[in-house]
């Protein structure tokens, strides 16, 4: 009869659930069990055995490269602590305490190592390094494409407009007078162009080019400023006498005439309904041509002759620029300026409103002056001054997009072209062999004429449309034409 094993010669058994024993394909071993037959002990102890030495075994832990992670960015002490931080009375003294007197003291590296970690703990640090992803350039342009169309990133620079250097057309202006106190050009918004010619004011249609002569006032007499009413309807004229008159352009008739000043009328100014006229007396004059009177105001302001007048668009304030340099602020309410601008030191013809920005002004000096300023009527404060280099003649904004255009005199005869407020340079015209004393801008913005005393009327294509902002074309060389006007 065969006995049993004793038990403490039996293999020992895992003490595993039965669940994860049958996922395991634990079977129980007798005491019969052959050799071949592996205990279950024996079967977890063992390592897998691999199908090929050519494969590789891989594992479940990670372990990351340590030359890509650049861990170099990352500034934990960025510099030792001086010695002298550690060397102070009492480290001395707790030294002597806690290690006795004679203990040797800490070198730099040991202190470094046991004072607590400065403020460049963990700073990252921007790393200058070429990246060496081959999707770094990719990823970068689909970044630069999301954000192309938020308000952070910046727009691209768009290329500098191309401005004609040519005129597209002349116009011969004989007796055309070379005074830089006159105005005898002006645009009206009904395409017409007025123009003064010794004691005669012509007419040009911009539309069909047909002049047609509006008025002689005879050889006492010489035309010294022409201004169209902002409907175009009414053109006001200046006498070198000193009236202004009112003529209906559509029937070639005077309707008003109305004096005052007591000697030539060199300026003169539209706002909805009243004609202001400036005059080498120093005096300005309201007029209104509803009442049967001359005038219905005076301003008595400058010291010399007033050569400038212009409305602000909401005809609230009417700027006066004179031979005394100053630059004078008026409203309808006041008999005495509201602002008395003094910073030019010479004469003020050329004065322009902003048609962008409410209470916005530029004014231009003389040859002594050469500057362009920009003025807050709000506040009488400079916004900004540009030194020109030459006489300012004349100011105009243009309606479509944010910049101005200004003519000058001695000593370069140009026409500039001015971003705003950067005022930077878009274009410089030349063309006239004398002072660009008159100036005018197209009903539609993008055309200017300018006058000169070299007897020619010069038409520019300048700016842009007010809806496409296309650069305009340069038609200069194709159809230049070159015409009289009488």
């Known amino acids: 009869m065969a006995l049993a094993a004793p038990a403490s010669d039996a293999k ?17 071993v007798g005491l019969g069990a052959g050799p071949s037959t592996p205990s279950p002990s024996r079967r977890l102890a063992e390592p897998p055995k691999t199908p090929s030495p050519s494969k590789t075994t891989y594992s479940d832990r990670f372990i990351p490269c340590r030359s890509s992670s650049r861990l170099q960015n990352f500034a934990l002490l960025d ?13 001395r003294l707790l030294r002597a305490e806690l290690f006795g007197p004679d203990s040797p003291k800490p070198t730099t590296a040991t202190s470094a190592a046991s004072a607590s970690p400065n403020t460049n703990l963990f700073r990252f640090k921007k790393d200058h390094s070429a990246p060496t992803s081959p999707f770094a350039k990719a990823a970068a342009a689909a970044h630069h494409d999301c954000t ?28 055309l007078q070379d005074d830089f106190y006159l105005n005898l050009v002006d645009w009206s918004s009904q395409n017409v162009l007025a123009v003064g010619l010794g004691t005669c004011v012509y007419l040009w249609s911009a539309s069909n080019s047909k002049v047609t002569k509006l008025c002689d006032l005879g050889p006492r007499d010489s035309v010294c400023a022409v201004h169209w009413s902002r ?17 209906d352009s559509s029937r070639c008739k005077r309707i008003r005439n109305m004096g005052g000043h ?61 031979n005394d340099n100053q630059l004078l602020v008026w409203n309808q309410r006041s008999q005495q300026p509201v602002l008395r601008l003094t910073e030019h030191t010479a004469a003020v013809k050329a004065i322009a409103w902003s048609p962008h920005q409410q209470g916005l002004l530029a004014s231009g000096g003389g040859t002594a002056d050469r500057c362009i300023r920009f003025w807050n ?51 410089t015209l030349t ?46 060389l194709w159809s230049f034409s070159r015409s009289h006007i009488r």
């Open 231 to 247: 409907e175009g309807s009414y053109l006001s004229i200046g006498t070198g006498l000193g009236d202004v008159q009112i003529w």
């Open 377 to 427: 009527t709000a506040n009488g404060n400079v916004l900004n001054s540009i030194d020109t280099g030459s006489q300012v003649c004349n100011l105009a904004w243009c309606k479509n997009v944010n910049e101005l255009v200004s003519t000058h005199g001695y000593s370069q005869n140009q026409i500039m072209v001015w971003k705003y407020p950067s005022m930077s340079k878009v274009a």
């Open 431 to 476: 063309g006239h062999t004398m002072r660009v004393l008159y100036l005018a801008s197209s009903p539609d913005g993008q055309t200017i004429v300018t006058g000169a005393g070299d007897e020619t009327l010069r038409f520019w294509n300048i700016f842009p449309s007010v809806k496409t902002q296309t650069p305009v074309r340069d038609i200069g």
């Open 79 to 91: 510099s030792p602590l001086s010695p002298a931080k550690d060397d102070t009375p009492y480290s």
């Open 262 to 322: 007591q000697t030539r009328t060199g300026v003169l100014a539209w706002s909805s309904c009243i004609l202001s006229s400036g005059s080498r007396d120093k005096n300005i004059l309201q007029h209104d041509i509803r009442v049967p009177s001359d005038y219905i105001s005076k301003f008595c302001g400058h010291r010399s002759e007033v050569c400038g007048l212009k409305w602000s668009h909401d005809d609230r304030e009417l700027a006066s620029g004179g």
């Open 12 to 28: 020992p058994r895992l003490n595993v659930p039965p669940a994860m024993a049958a996922a395991l394909r634990l079977d129980p």
């Open 148 to 175: 192309a169309g938020s308000g952070d990133a910046p727009s691209p620079q768009k290329p500098p407009r191309k401005v004609p250097k040519t005129p597209h057309k002349v116009l011969d202006a004989p007796s």
